[in-house]
């Protein structure tokens, strides 16, 4: 009784009982004539235990294989999917390339032999071109370029420069150039063991996160700024987003105290208020190049007063980001029931049967990756099944699963990296630990099965692929929403993609055929068998998860997980993604659970050793986290193992300090 008064108040924000809704025209194709199968479906839900009949061996074995489907229907009871109106809107476009090289610019022939030679690079960038002359005459800038369009060489190569010009290469001195970069973990140098006596030696470039290089600024006394020549704040509008702003005013201090002049360079890919914020604080009289508004025809800001007016009308109020002329995004609107199957259809439909495909899918929380790579890794791998004994099943490709969160141990994360990135197939199931800074060749799907927080995060996502001019796609997936129209007033340029065509791959898997006695061999796709074979899949989630208590309440712990996360959506976005609007029955569907878990209990952390204690309560839940922007954007964050609440604040202090202290890196020279 109790269950229900709270999925009633959880489904209507008035107190009113839930309307069923029911489903009509999108997925009535596949409703249609698939009376039978709901009947089964619904019969075997009914929680009647069937009498056992006594099976002969061989009879169990084929028993055994045969999939029984005691899941309840899938396709009953769903929202309406609306029609997404596409609305053509211009999206901004910057070009990538230019034709002019390496050789034009001022460089040391050394330095461009090796761009040409080992890197294999002949032209520069758009980025590049603008930026690399602005840096080697010295003076300050704030860089804003798509995703994958070669903002580190353009930092780089002058800053290479610098340091080909210095009389004495080898003990420059302590710290000579200082890089901040807020995701520190996928830099190609090894770690320091003993950083404090690497810093007493002194180095050339430094690499760090902003927190950990506060601690250092703190605790290593011999930590000194005197001839620090250049500072680069990557991934500027990130660095803010974690709250790492009070520490860069720190190391704006520290390196102000001991010497005034310096260079100093700002870069991201997507120019937020706060990124404008840093610039004001970090540079000196910037030139402030940004490469959509150049191809916009923007007249270039004269003053520092005028380019913030202009940041603030191109960038900030509108948030209108370039992406990639080479990606192509899609949206796919699926009812909660539906998601997992969906995915893993579109996971097989991708990776097994067209294959070549590399892909990222995002989740919200550490411990969705785990549970998601456990279950999925389990149910899809494998070979597909023929449907004619002694023919070559379609695809015997067996699906590689990786996964990568802040959870992970640092050493683990650069093992996945690395594994990942010499692959040419695969999956990695990713938190947004992934969605900024790395660069992945190859990757030609992105699946956002969480949507992001912000249209920032979404740019970051999808810019994961279509790098420096090749091809990818990216696919959000979305529960029912009026998210067309948001999409748009981004600029934000996508097509739809049908859910029923994605599920209809499942009919190349004879893995997830219903056998039914004297059942004539189906030709094409036909709707009924779609709906049995994704209930099949279902089933078989089901039965993973209930194999045993202790994977149901892995799955519980994922599904508490993501409900933290999703009332952590900024209020711009609560209109959308409510969680007043979920239901839960049909979100636990998603996990593998055959019901809305009565109470949700906390359990320890992917990969802590904390012990499990009781969380409060989900309208508890509801109420600690309401409204509370600052948790929002730290359960948001990669770190987030999006389960803590109560008590997050110390928790996350102590996590961060963890992170923290694998932080520093450094070239050596
Ligand atoms: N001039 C060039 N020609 C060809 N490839 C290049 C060039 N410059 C850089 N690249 C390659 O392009 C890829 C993307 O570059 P990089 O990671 O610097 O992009 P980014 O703009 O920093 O992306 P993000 O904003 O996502 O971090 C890298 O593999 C890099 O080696």
Partial sequence: KQSGALKRKLQSPRGNPPVKRKCKLSINTLR????????????????????????????????????????????????????????????????????????????????????????????????????????????????????????????????????????????????????????????????????????????????STPGRLVDHIKSTECIHFRRTQW???????????????????????????????????????????GVTRLADISLNDPISISIADEIQKLPEPASQTDREASSSSNCMEQENF???????????????????????????????????????????????????????????????ESEQPGHS??????????????????????????EFLKSKTGILLCTDVAARGLDLPQVTWIVQYNAPASPAEYIHRIGRTARIGCRGSSLLVLAPSRIGSLLASHKINVSELKMEKVLASLMKDDRFKLHRPGRKKSCGKN????????????????????????????AKKALQSFLCAYTTYPKELKHIFHIKSLHLGHVAKSFGLRDAPQNLTALPAAGSKRKTKPTPKRSDLLKKTHGKRRLAEILRSEYSSGMDTAGAKVKKKKKRRKQRKAGIQQIPT
Avoid at 189 to 203: C, H, N, P, Q, T
Avoid at 329 to 334: A, D, G, R, T
Avoid at 360 to 384: M, P
């Fill in 32 to 207: 249609k004539g698939a009376t039978e199968a709901d009947r089964r479906e619904e019969a075997s839900s009914s929680q009647k235990p069937a009498p056992k009949k006594q099976l002969t061996g061989k009879q169990n074995e084929s028993q055994k294989s045969r999939p029984f489907i005691k899941t309840s229907s899938l396709f009953k009871n769903n929202p309406d999917i609306p029609e997404i109106h596409r609305i053509e809107v211009q999206q901004p476009q910057e070009n990538i390339f230019t034709t002019d090289s390496f050789s034009q610019l001022d460089l040391h022939p050394h330095l461009i032999s090796t761009i040409n030679n080992v890197l294999n690079i002949c032209s520069m960038t758009s980025v590049q071109k603008q930026t690399i002359p602005v840096l080697l005459q010295g003076r300050d800038a704030l860089v804003r370029s798509q995703t994958g369009s070669g903002k580190t060489l353009a930092y780089g190569i002058p800053l290479v420069q610098s340091l080909q010009g210095m009389e004495c290469k080898v003990q420059v001195g302590p710290t000579a150039f200082l890089v901040i970069k807020k995701n520190h973990c996928w830099s190609r140098f090894s770690f320091l063991k003993s950083e404090k006596a690497r810093l007493r030696k002194g180095i050339n470039i430094l690499i």
């Fill in 231 to 273: 500072l680069i704040i990557d991934e500027a509008d990130r660095i803010l987003d974690l709250g790492f702003e009070k520490d860069v005013a720190v190391i704006l201090n520290a390196l102000n105290a001991e010497r005034d002049t310096r260079q100093n360079v700002l870069l991201s890919a997507t120019l937020t208020e």
């Fill in 322 to 384: 370039a992406v990639p002329e080479t990606l192509q995004q899609y949206v796919m609107v699926v009812p909660s029931k539906l998601r997992l199957v969906t995915l893993a259809a579109f996971i097989l439909q991708k990776c097994k049967f067209e294959k070549h495909h590399k892909m990222i899918v995002f989740f919200s929380s550490c411990e969705q990756v785990e549970f998601y790579h456990e279950l999925l890794g389990k149910v899809l791998s494998g070979g597909s």
């Fill in 393 to 418: 099943s379609l695809s015997s490709v067996n699906l590689q699963f990786l996964r990568l969160h802040g959870d992970m141990e640092q050493e683990e994360r650069t093992e996945v990296f690395q």
């Fill in 527 to 554: 709707p009924q068998e779609v709906r049995e074979r994704a209930t099949v899949l279902q089933t078989k989630f089901e039965n993973h998860v209930h194999s045993s208590e202790e994977t149901v309440q892995w």
